[in-house]
């Protein structure tokens, strides 16, 4: 989803729907009911990929963009995922 995401972004193509998606996905994993280490574990693949695919730096350049809904979502999943990458 990162690689799709930043494909987006340089192509002008909407990435609403990709962030869309993360924050699905990140709110998906802390909302499961599972238990505490599997979605630990989870997080952390999740802000790994993050990592590698250089998604901070991606996520900062969407926050400030025009599109104000795009902006929104991507300040949202830095707002999670900062204090996660922090925390492991």
Do not use: Y
């Not at 997080?43 to 025009?66: H, P, R, T, W, Y």
């Amino acid at each position: 989803m990162f690689t799709r995401l930043r494909h987006n972004s340089k192509n002008s193509v909407d990435t609403t729907p990709v962030l869309r998606e993360l924050l699905t996905l990140l709110n998906d994993i802390s909302d499961s009911g599972e238990a505490m280490p599997v979605v630990v574990t989870k997080q952390i693949v999740f802000c790994n990929e993050l990592m590698a695919k250089d998604g901070l730096s991606l996520l900062q350049g969407l926050k400030d963009n025009s599109d104000k809904t795009a902006g929104t979502m991507a300040e949202q999943l830095l707002e999670k995922a900062v204090p996660l990458i922090w925390s492991s």
